[in-house]
């Protein structure tokens, strides 16, 4: 019973919460447009993790040369064919499911899925220029840019763990609309990203148990930004 009691608990904070960062965002006057993304790419069966992270693909390039404009998302790249690799296309798709907040799984490929990097992009309009903490986790090189401009990056150091990086940051969103790119470089197997903008979308505390508040503070002590 008193599980069922906690359970429920548990729901209206989070409905609660939820509410509340409805309304911080509506405060904010932003509009968060939904995420898309592409991939995975890499350029060896195993790859290296530091090369393949600084390595620039082609969506990257595409979007970095865009700068502040919008990026072609109709565009479909192709990554080099290795064993056990049946499906080479990768074109941008949108995911309106991933909710910020919360951890979400990337699309990963064959068996052994090591060195693959993620591209993720969305736009985000806001009625005035606004300063804000930009909060992002993923497993294992982490990289932003804001209207073509790098923002900030996060390194995993290596370990038996297999914990995200938190990339942290101050951003200034400017009037009107303004391009994301997130790059995630997973060293290996299945790995996940989760979002966030300090006071107006939901935050650490309420990421699933995977990535407990716990573990992310532990993880702040060990990462290279």
Known sequence: ??????????????????AA?????????????DWTAVGPFKDERYGNIQRS????????KDVLGAGDKAADLGKVYETPKFPAMLDVVRPWVKHPEWVDGYRHLLPKGPAPSRNETMYLYRCITSKHDTNLTLRIYAEDFLGAWLNGKKVGQAIRNYGPNHYPVPLVVPVLLLKGENRLLVKITCMFGKHGFAFGLDGVTPSASLLPMQWSPEILSRQHALCVR
Do not use: H, Y
């Open 53 to 60: 992270f600084e390595f620039q693909f082609a969506p990257e």
């Open 1 to 18: 019973m008193m599980k069922i009691v906690n359970q429920l608990i548990a729901v209206l904070l989070l409905v609660s919460n939820l």
């Open 21 to 33: 960062m409805s309304v911080r965002a509506e405060g904010a006057d932003l509009q968060l447009g």
